[in-house]
Nanobody, 116 residues
């Protein structure tokens, strides 16, 4: 099993920045990719971006150029650096880990609120 804990959410003004962290524990050796999702009130959960075990990243068009996903030195922590935040970025942000056995694990989420 893999446990994921997100942190770093909060309230920020439009144009500001936040960095979210996702710390993995448990069978971290089995993880081959980690992703960030978000879900705004009344909307479906959507992919923000992800990073593979080799370090390749991908991003949703809505966040390209503003958000950056990276891994910590220990590789069991993934970060989501969010710059130039907009009110439409307001959502609960979730971390998801995919294992080599094609099992998915979710974190509990962290709230990000961007005010005008």
């Amino acid at each position: 099993q893999v446990q994921l804990v997100e942190s770093g959410g909060g309230l920020v003004q439009a144009g500001g920045s936040l960095r979210l962290s996702c710390a993995a524990s448990g069978s971290i050796y089995s993880i081959n990719a980690m992703e960030w999702y978000r879900q705004a009130p009344g909307k479906q959960r959507e992919l923000v971006g992800g990073i593979t075990s080799s370090g390749s990243t991908n991003y949703a068009d809505s966040v390209k150029g503003r958000f950056t996903i990276s891994r910590g030195n220990t590789k069991n922590t993934v970060y989501l650096q969010m710059n130039s935040l907009k009110p439409e970025d307001t959502a609960v942000y979730y971390c998801r880990a995919k294992t080599y056995g094609s099992t998915w694990w979710w974190g509990q989420g962290t709230q990000v609120t961007v005010s005008l």
